[in-house]
């Protein structure tokens, strides 16, 4: 397990690492930095770093005062720059295939596809692409999901005004980063597996049925699950009945409570 990650300085930006809650809450001292910003229909231009452009961030949550808020923060350094913004994580890899970005923040909990879905799909797309996921959860088995989908980092909204700016340029320098708040609690949980010998946490289920259980408990019927993930129907119903026995569930309402228990969606 890592613990939290000190940034170095980044060129000529290396004065503040972090942006105070009065940053995020005056929108009026906070501005983007000066000068021309990227051109986001561009290609991938000089890495970021001392004397590149600053890093191209896509920004992904559900909650437009959230994101909002988060690009404020970010904004506010001059290496660190929004160029997209997404409201689920369908639309997050959409806009990760159309921009030039450095790294993505994703919310975990987003409709139609989640953080951690989305991650893993952008890793598989574009390997080289930097992903924190931004969450309210103080969870170990979010953030082992997370590494294993190819997160870098993992923020706690809570104290995103503190940490968020730190974590973006730590997984700008390939470094992983986990915010203080959530270390203690996940090295405890990794340091009890280990000493018990036991593995640490596995899902119960698979990606694609992770992905059909999500639209289920959405409301969405089986054509309209099987148009957004291109397939039949008939496969959609199959998913969901092997989700039923697996586990041990009746009806689409045990399925829609599971999904909000493991965080798949919001109550």
Do not use: W
Request: hydrophobic letters at 35%; a negative charge.
């Amino acid at each position: 397990m890592t613990g939290r990650h000190t940034p170095g300085p980044t060129g000529p930006t290396s004065g503040s690492t972090s942006t105070s809650t009065s940053t995020v809450t005056s929108a009026s001292t906070v501005g983007p930095p000066s000068g021309p910003g990227p051109d986001s229909s561009a290609g991938p231009g000089p890495g970021p770093g001392p004397g590149g452009s600053p890093t191209r961030i896509l920004l992904a949550d559900d909650h437009a005062l959230v994101r909002g808020g988060v690009r404020l923060i970010l904004d506010a350094e001059p290496d660190l720059t929004v160029v997209a913004e997404a409201a689920d994580g369908a639309e997050a890899v959409a806009m990760a295939r159309s921009h030039a970005v450095d790294l993505a923040v994703l919310d975990i909990s987003m409709p139609r596809r989640t953080g951690l879905q989305a991650a893993r799909e952008l890793s598989r797309l574009q390997p080289e692409l930097r992903i924190l996921i931004l969450t309210m959860y103080d969870n170990e088995q979010y953030f082992f999901e997370a590494l294993k989908a190819g997160a870098s980092g993992y923020v706690l909204k809570s104290v995103a005004d503190r940490d968020l700016v730190e974590a973006c340029r730590a997984a700008v320098r390939d470094e992983p980063f986990i915010c203080p708040g959530a270390e203690t609690a996940l090295i405890r949980t990794y340091l009890d597996h280990a000493e018990q010998g036991r593995p640490l946490p596995d899902k119960a289920v698979t990606e694609r049925e992770e992905e059909i259980l999500k639209l289920v408990a959405e409301g969405h019927s089986s054509k309209e699950i099987g148009d957004l993930l291109v397939i039949s129907p008939k496969t959609v119903e199959r998913h969901r009945a092997n989700l039923l026995q697996k586990l041990g569930m009746r009806d689409r309402l045990e399925l829609t409570r599971y999904a909000i228990r493991v965080g798949l969606i919001e109550p």
